[in-house]
């Protein structure tokens, strides 16, 4: 392997390396190594050049110590492994980890899976409530039928729920490459349409697709429930006798409603998981506060740009522009 090979290899790491010699001379140093120590290129040549924080790191270390730091605010794990020459020292490497970005990684999965929890056990809890009181005969015959269709509203809520969660656990785990084809976003958003017909029409919404045949290269079956996902947002959250507007030209893909609109503090978090500007209408509509986070999601997957216009009491206008096929 030649040096232009091994320097590809070590700045394509996450993790930073710094290799010394038997003298503290530095051998090598990738790009992540600098960026954590906070050192221009070049910059580190001797073990001297590190941070005093890193140096006592150093004093007495066993190849496979590891320790954590703080460097310049952030939380970095350093590792220390001997290099050995036909069973003799001839250097050592230091191995740095960004303990931040695994930490950040953490708290949001706890955080989703405290959000998944409290959001099963509120439709599960009525669910109970209403069957138990069924069960017992203390519902009332003309109560039967009210307290059924509530269950099955609970249920569907609790369906909904299951699937999105079910979605972004694939959209985390799928790898978009050799999958995608070129496809007609008109002709998705004709299928969106359709099939949010009868929900729109119970809503009082009125739906326009406007446009053309707009092709883009992508995994079909991800655009889909992308176009899905921002109709039936724009159809949930619209006022009544509104409309909801489609457009397909171009590389982009835009809908715009005449809903309640999106207050500007909120605006760049409406993209979370479990993120919702009006709790209480949501849970009205049967909203599960998943479905912007799935169109992120797929957005970025497609490298995609995901652009939001909104104003409170007049609607709002999300638009994905898509990279130009290869």
Request: aromatic share 6%.
């Amino acid at each position: 392997m030649n040096d232009t090979m091994l320097s590809a290899i070590l700045d394509a790491m996450e993790d930073g390396v710094v290799v010394f010699d038997l003298e503290g001379t530095a051998l090598l140093c990738n790009d992540a190594a600098y960026g954590l120590l906070h050192k221009k290129p070049g910059a580190i040549r001797t073990i001297a050049d590190l941070p005093g924080e890193v140096h006592p790191f150093f004093e007495g270390v066993r190849s496979g110590s590891t320790e954590a730091v703080e460097l310049f605010g952030e939380a970095v794990r350093l590792r220390y492994q001997d290099v050995t020459e036909n069973g003799l020292r001839t250097g050592a490497v230091l191995i740095l980890s960004d303990l931040g970005e695994q930490q950040r990684a953490e708290r949001m999965r706890r955080e989703f899976t405290a959000n998944v929890s409290h959001e099963l056990k509120t439709p599960l809890t009525s669910i109970s409530g209403y069957a138990e009181m069924i069960e017992n005969g203390m519902a009332r015959d003309e109560d039967i039928r009210l307290f059924a269709e509530r269950i099955r509203r609970e249920s569907n809520r609790m369906r909904s729920l299951v699937s999105d969660i079910i979605t972004l656990s694939e959209l985390d785990e799928r790898a978009l490459y050799g999958q995608a084809e070129p496809v007609d976003l008109y002709t998705l958003a004709e299928e969106a349409v359709e099939t949010l017909k009868s929900a729109a029409m119970l809503r009082g919404v009125s739906v326009q697709l406007s446009g053309g045949p707009t092709l883009v290269k992508g995994v079909r079956e991800l655009l889909s429930e992308l176009i899905y996902n921002l109709l039936d947002n724009a159809i949930r959250y619209n006022r009544d006798n509104g409309t909801v507007s489609v457009r397909t030209a171009g590389r982009t893909l835009s809908v715009r409603d005449t809903g309640i609109g999106i207050p500007r503090h909120h605006q760049n978090r409406i993209f979370e998981r479990f993120y919702r500007v009006d709790k209480s209408r949501s849970k009205a509509t049967g909203g599960t506060g998943l479905g912007l986070a799935i169109v992120k999601h797929i957005t970025q997957q497609h490298h995609a740009e995901l652009t939001l216009k909104s104003a409170e009491g007049i609607g709002t206008e999300i638009t994905v522009t898509f990279p130009e096929n290869e």
